[in-house]
């Protein structure tokens, strides 16, 4: 109507005369327009005054013919009007509904029986690396120095000798290997070859020659320790070495300084020439030794122990599989998923299941850890606690909804380094369904391929090892020797692969919150992730060491 008025007002600046404008008025005083009053005959205007009022009346014709109902105007330029003013009103509610959806949809996807639908996330170019500039300030610096003796002092001749079982799985029972190395060194003593030693899970006879390249080993550590390979032929109490207490160390306490070995074990190993240290799960300190013991620790880590040439292979062989899967070469995310059964009883967390599952899990922690379980009173106080505290293992569902919302695409070749999932493939299911390309070393090798490991478990363990050490992105989701061996390996190797270190606690808070959007949510795991990539961290007292290689196992670049 604006428009109208202002083009009322323009024909009527058309009258320019006094006269003319006097007439117009008292034609209007009486009561009708200035163009059809009988008080102005049509002689008194001007042709030029004609034009400009039929032109004037046209353009308010043309303004407002789509408002009125004007039998004069086109039917059919009203109903193309129309059909573009309705084109344009749902095209705007389809934007702003589309918006709306977008940064209100629910974070934890849209469940359809087992499938989730997460909303998409642009895939980052920073997905698969950490970023250049932010790995090039460190280089590792633990390896061996050939023809040059540590700082340490080196007598010609040792104190005697030590011996020890290196419990657990594979992951433990390095790092048990790491350790006597070093508690050799700080007695100047001989260390006898450690015999792997599996506890009631395991169940495996493995022999350190069966998984690890013992060669290598001695000649690599020959200018720190003097390692041999058995028992003295001289010592003829081969059998009682470990059940005698006369020759056994019993009272070491865990996470022990360099100085207690010297003042409590070495006396004892110069009496005894030759003792055994039991147990040894965690027997030696990260801040309380020299800084050349903790250098050698990873020098044992690192370059000393190696696989036996056929795991290697077989290794390399899977990891090439997963990068061409597609036919293309495509990088890959190794998976260690904790979610067996072992572990999630153990957890004493609550995880979703029937009313079955819980009654079972509740039979078999009361078998299993009856001190703990006690009368099961207090357990769901408890699991609450532990949830919040971020020290619950991630579901299957829970890491797929979190590696979707950072942006990794449903093509995702992942790999998945596991032992029996908890709840079977139900329990997989939203992980697989939103993430398909997901295998394990069965699926990716032949039964032929793999029958030659499964005589020794620890070897398989080896190979789920390697091929996480080899991936592109490595995740973890829960703790572990196995994810903070890797986690170290990958930061020692240069910092630049990805490994990702869920924060449990946060996302605690966020998967028990009904209201958050995905927008957020998304944001939310991208800001907290970002330092969570393996990325350099200054070490502080009491860091754990084999997750944390930076110092003094690396030096500045």
Partial sequence: MAELRHSSSLGSRASNSPMKRDAVAVAVAVGGAADSSPLIPDSHLTDDDEHDRHSSKERDRHVCSFLNDDPRVSPHNSRISLFFTFLLLLV???????????????????????????????????????????????????????GVLSELPHENE????????????????????????????????????????QDQIWKDQTKFEDIFDVDHFIDY?????????????????KSELF???????KNIPKYA????????????????????????????????????INKLRCRVNYHALKFL???????????????????NSNPYMALHLRFEKGMVGLSFCDFVGTREEKVKMAEYR???????????????????????????????????????????????????????????QNRMAPLRNMFPNLVTKEELATKEELDGFRKHVT??????????????????????????????????????????????GLMSKSFGDPYMGWATFVEDVVVTHQTRTGLPEETFPNYDLWENPLTPCMCRA
């Fill in 92 to 146: 705007g509610l389809v934007s702003v509904f589309t918006i709306f959806h977008k940064l209100n949809a629910p974070y934890l996807c849209k469940k359809d029986g087992i499938v989730l639908h997460c909303p998409h996330v642009k895939e980052s170019p920073s997905l698969w690396e950490n970023p250049f500039s932010s790995t090039t300030s460190w280089r590792p610096c633990a390896e061996r120095r050939d």
């Fill in 309 to 327: 040439p056929d795991i290697e292979q077989m290794a390399d062989s899977l990891a090439s599989r997963m990068r061409n899967r597609t036919g």
């Fill in 158 to 197: 040792t104190n005697g000798y030590i011996f020890i079982h290196a419990e657990g799985g594979l992951n433990q029972q390095r790092i048990a290997i790491c350790n006597a190395v070093a508690v050799a060194k700080i007695m100047n003593a001989t260390l006898i070859l450690p015999v792997l030693k």
């Fill in 257 to 292: 300084p360099a100085q207690f070995y010297i003042d409590n074990v070495l006396p004892r190993i110069k009496e005894k020439k030759i003792m055994a240290l039991k147990p040894f799960v965690d027997r030696l300190g990260y801040d309380n030794v020299p800084p050349e």
């Fill in 459 to 504: 070897s398989l363990a080896a190979l789920d090892f390697l091929v996480c050490l080899k991936s592109d992105v490595f995740v973890m989701t829960h703790g572990g020797n196995f994810a903070k061996l890797i986690i170290g390996a990958r930061r020692y190797m240069g910092h630049r692969l990805k490994s990702i270190k869920p924060d449990k």
């Fill in 366 to 424: 009361k078998k299993e850890w009856p001190r703990r379980y006690k009368n099961g009173s207090h357990l769901w106080q408890l699991a609450l606690q532990k949830r919040k505290e971020g020290r619950c293992p991630l579901e299957p569902g829970e890491v797929a909804v979190i590696l979707r919302a950072m942006g990794y695409p449903k093509e995702t070749q992942i790999y998945v380094a596991s032992g029996q999932v908890y709840g079977g």
């Fill in 221 to 237: 550590l020959k200018y720190d320790v003097r390692i041999v390979r058995d028992i003295p032929q001289w010592f003829t109490d």
């Fill in 243 to 249: 059940s005698s207490i006369r020759r056994t160390v």
